[in-house]
């Protein structure tokens, strides 16, 4: 069942999905070369359990860690380890968090210090990708015009959307109906109507669009060893523009009077636009 929410719970989803944001935002600022994945993991479980939420993904189906960090050949939901980042790396975060009932989930993909052009224009054909499924996330459009937004935008770089794993409806659970495929033929005719929240979040590989599930039963990386980025948010469908319920705009704005140019052209990472190098 696909539901509808009301205006309250919807003001409920901003508080949770701003709060997403926030934790989103502190970990790209930390994660720089000699960082590991586990302090990454700390410094989100920390900042959201000090706002008085709860990490949606420790505890979710046997999962211990409160963030997913998936590097390079990496598709979603590698586990937080020892390993520290270094220069050239590309890593994706994810993360949840629970607030009085209601769930956000975001991801992106950062490059930690300079990355190489094909890892760059990979992350922005990623992100683009995201951005034109938001677009099309309108009353009265169906899931099959998102998942075509993002493979008519994925289609001239000849990456590989993958199949296996899926965007989802989002609210008092972290995975509601619907499925968000990412590709037509995955996707269904159903109509978006407003009121409806849901997590669009495109995978998509360098190479191969195939993917393998190593040996700890929850890494999942691409078959053929190529790059991988995701990017997600959460939104609301409206009657109008679609709403960016993980949006780091007002996290930004915040930030702006305290903060270095190097730091805040970081947090473009999260927001419509171009990857700074
Ligand atoms: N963010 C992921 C999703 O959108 C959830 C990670 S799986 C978990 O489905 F087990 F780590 F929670
Ligand atoms: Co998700």
């Given at each position: 069942?696909?539901?509808?929410?009301?205006?309250?719970?919807?003001?409920?989803?901003?508080?949770?999905?701003?709060?997403?944001?926030?934790?989103?935002?502190?970990?790209?600022?930390?994660?720089?070369?000699?960082?590991?994945?586990?302090?990454?993991?700390?410094?989100?479980?920390?900042?959201?359990?000090?706002?008085?939420?709860?990490?949606?993904?420790?505890?979710?189906?046997?999962?211990?860690?409160?963030?997913?960090?998936?590097?390079?050949?990496?598709?979603?939901?590698?586990?937080?380890?020892?390993?520290?980042?270094?220069?050239?790396?590309?890593?994706?975060?994810?993360?949840?968090?629970?607030?009085?009932?209601?769930?956000?989930?975001?991801?992106?993909?950062?490059?930690?210090?300079?990355?190489?052009?094909?890892?760059?224009?990979?992350?922005?054909?990623?992100?683009?990708?995201?951005?034109?499924?938001?677009?099309?996330?309108?009353?009265?459009?169906?899931?099959?015009?998102?998942?075509?937004?993002?493979?008519?935008?994925?289609?001239?770089?000849?990456?590989?959307?993958?199949?296996?794993?899926?965007?989802?409806?989002?609210?008092?659970?972290?995975?509601?109906?619907?499925?968000?495929?990412?590709?037509?033929?995955?996707?269904?005719?159903?109509?978006?109507?407003?009121?409806?929240?849901?997590?669009?979040?495109?995978?998509?590989?360098?190479?191969?669009?195939?993917?393998?599930?190593?040996?700890?039963?929850?890494?999942?990386?691409?078959?053929?060893?190529?790059?991988?980025?995701?990017?997600?948010?959460?939104?609301?469908?409206?009657?109008?523009?679609?709403?960016?319920?993980?949006?780091?705009?007002?996290?930004?704005?915040?930030?702006?009077?305290?903060l270095d140019?190097e730091t805040l052209?970081?947090?473009?990472?999260?927001?419509?636009?171009?990857?700074?190098?």
């Open positions: 069942m696909v539901q509808i929410r009301s205006a309250r719970e919807l003001a409920q989803m901003r508080k949770s999905g701003e709060m997403v944001a926030k934790v989103l935002f502190e970990l790209t600022k930390a994660a720089k070369p000699g960082v590991s994945l586990i302090e990454l993991n700390q410094i989100a479980e920390d900042l959201t359990l000090s706002m008085g939420a709860k990490p949606a993904f420790k505890g979710y189906l046997g999962y211990a860690h409160s963030l997913c960090t998936s590097v390079n050949d990496q598709v979603v939901h590698g586990i937080p380890s020892h390993r520290k980042l270094v220069e050239g790396d590309v890593i994706g975060l994810d993360f949840g968090l629970v607030y009085d009932g209601f769930f956000g989930d975001s991801a992106v993909t950062l490059g930690i210090g300079k990355v190489s052009d094909k890892a760059k224009k990979l992350m922005q054909v990623t992100k683009d990708s995201l951005y034109a499924a938001i677009d099309a996330a309108r009353g009265g459009n169906t899931l099959k015009d998102i998942a075509r937004a993002i493979e008519d935008t994925i289609r001239p770089h000849k990456y590989g959307i993958v199949k296996e794993f899926v965007g989802h409806g989002i609210g008092t659970k972290l995975h509601e109906d619907p499925q968000v495929a990412n590709f037509e033929a995955g996707a269904s005719n159903l109509k978006l109507r407003p009121g409806m929240t849901i997590a669009i979040e495109p995978m998509i590989n360098e190479g191969t669009h195939r993917v393998k599930v190593l040996g700890d039963k929850w890494t999942v990386a691409t078959e053929d060893g190529s790059l991988s980025a995701h990017y997600e948010h959460t939104i609301a469908i409206t009657e109008g523009e679609p709403e960016l319920l993980t949006s780091w705009i007002n996290i930004l704005k915040e930030a702006e009077t305290n140019s052209k970081r947090g473009a990472y999260g927001q419509r636009g171009s990857n700074p190098s």
